[in-house]
């Protein structure tokens, strides 16, 4: 005996002549009602109804005008094929379960009731329900329409075409449960006017609009929630479409799209697995974008670098001095308007734009983020806090950006045509704001763009040429080390530094630094700084170098090999002490740094500095 939904009621024996006037929306069933549905008693066996044998005799069943509609509650086993609909009109909720069924047919089944409904394709059965459409229709509904909430489920295959507009559309909730379900539709596959939830089956879903989409235009929300199951989408608009929330805690998630992959208020992410490619955001979100787990792999507008863009400039995404050769369409990996937060999970972004963007804020506090971009790795607007995790950014134009930039903990790893780090001011705080936008403050709550590091570990190599370079670490306003370990490769004998600040050079109280680069914009570090430091301008050194600093006795205290050319190093390690001499081996030479007297050292000509922005 087949399980289903029945709960014994009288027929109303009221048809309706079909779903071409359709009644306004009502509220949906609430959570509450959906579970007082009590499953069908044992004795309770469904009616058969046969789609190609029109039966008067079936019970709650009638049939006029080519269609048949199910008047009364209960357990419905449909088999057999029909050109014309089949109507739910019921006081009561209702299962239809699908035996080798096939109907095609404008909206052909039309759910007109105001309780749940369940569409079960049974085991080891293929079942077809088609509008019959050979083109768009945009006064179209849906191959299979319902008022109620809709229940999808069961072990057989459900097969919707859905030329004319939407495949499978529910004006309140629509969940799906199991099933193997493939739907091809003009517009979108599945479409929820409330929530949309998916926590088994395997869904094939071919659209001309979005995959999965779920919208509530009276209350502003509508969200799409993936628990579970197997899904491969290919849209022509987004593949997860969410007026409210979009949610994916489990479960496997495939989508190609001519749009953004996924989209949502807030975007939630949390387990399953995800393969995302996009010809715009891989995932975007208008007030919070979170990732705390899954495994997730996006590519954008067919993947980036930051070496040579797809036009063949070597000047990553800019055309040149003042020339920006921009996107026809935003193609970011992790865009949010608001604030992007990933606290674990595996990340992998590649993009024809930036990586991850924030409107805002940007925080990392766990979680590996595997990072290839045609322009910045992370950027945010105003904030960018890195506190944990592992950040492996292989090629990029900039590694870091945002107004101010803070790393407290994890392991950096930046690999960047341009700057490595750029703490520029961004476009929330920069140069030239209206008078509204002067009275925008900072997260941070400083009123100067700055780098702050207190601990973890950064290893910054800029990759560009002679003509094409950066600084390693490039600041409109301040550079503080407290803590941690930085390395940093740029070139030498260019107009670009190690560290670079638009103020008196960088601060260090703390930590262990090691910046190789040209000694023309190189600053001295600030008079500020409490540990032993020095900036040494030397012979121009080949790339692959090691650098390694002794103390008195010949012990070696820290070794580090750069990856570029150099003639300058910045250097500071909190094992060198006020009252000691060391010597610092750099390949071509040695220098001696006597701090008996001082705690900061300088060697060779002044660098000029630089105003700290990326002048185009």
Known sequence: MKESLFLPLLATAVLLAGCAAQPAAEEPASESEIAAILPVAESAAPQQLRLNVPDASVSGIVYADGGFTVQSAGAYVVSGALEGRLTVDADGPVELILEGAEITGPEAICILSDDPVTITADKHTVNTIRDGAAEPDENASAAIYSKAPLIL????????????????????????????????AAKNALKAKGDLTVSGGALSLTSGGDGLAAENPRLNAGSVAVSGGDIVITAGGRGIDAEGMARVTGGSLSVTSANDAIRGDTVDISGGTLSLTAECDGIQAETLLSVSGGEIAVVTAGGGGGAINKSGDNFGPMGGWGQETELENSAKGLKCAGNIAVSGGVIDLNTADDAVHAGVLCSIDGGELN???????????????????FVNITDCFEGLEAFAIEVNGGTVVIRAVNDGINANGSEMMGWGRSSEEAEITSLSGAATTYYLQTGGTVDLVVTGSWNNVGDGIDSNGYVYITGGVLTVSTFGNTQEGGIDTGRDGPVVTGGMVMAGGASMMQESWSSESTQCCAVLSVDLQPGGTPVTIYDADGNEIWSVTLANTFNCLTLSHPAMTVGNVYTVDYGGGTETLDFTSTNIIRTGGWGMGGFGFRPF
């Open 371 to 389: 990072i290839c971009a045609s322009d910045d790795a992370l950027h945010a607007d105003d904030m960018l806090v890195i506190n944990d995790g």
């Open 153 to 184: 489920r069961g072990d057989g295959s459900l097969r919707v075409e859905a030329g004319a507009n939407n495949g499978i559309q529910s004006r309140s909730d629509l969940t799906v449960e199991g099933g193997d379900i493939a739907v091809t």
